[in-house]
């Protein structure tokens, strides 16, 4: 499996940005597809996730209305729509694919892209 993410960049508070994740090896609709994030000296996070069998989506708390996650089965890509972006969302964001074999869960992660608010 590979993760390919795209999007980050530079972008003031209030501005909007929108990550991309193009997974190839696996079909994305069969599992589920998250976005986790680092900020500098911080553990990583998870910001939001869509369940593959059910597609139900999961929010972090502090980007829920902010933040929007959908997946394009077509193109096998998961985005992330992040819209009134804030400092504190300044981090490297991750893609991620996450299923469960033999009962053991099995991770895969996505290079990184940077997001950089600036006040």
């Known amino acids: 499996v590979q993760l390919q993410a795209s999007g980050g960049g530079l972008v003031q508070v209030g501005g909007s940005l929108r990550l991309s994740c193009a997974a190839s090896?696996?079909?994305?609709?069969?599992?589920?597809m998250g976005w986790f994030r680092q900020a500098p000296g911080k553990e990583r996070e998870f910001v939001a996730g869509i369940r593959g069998s059910s597609s139900t989506i999961m929010y972090e708390d502090s980007v829920k209305g902010r933040f929007t996650i959908s997946r394009d089965n077509a193109k096998n890509m998961v985005h992330l729509q992040m819209n009134s972006l804030k400092a504190e969302d300044t981090a490297v964001y991750y893609c991620?694919?996450?299923?469960?074999?033999?009962?053991?869960?099995?991770?895969?992660w996505g290079q990184g892209t940077l997001v950089t608010v600036s006040s």
């Open positions: 090896g696996r079909t994305i609709s069969s599992y589920t």
């Open positions: 991620n694919m996450y299923f469960i074999v033999a009962g053991s869960g099995i991770d895969y």
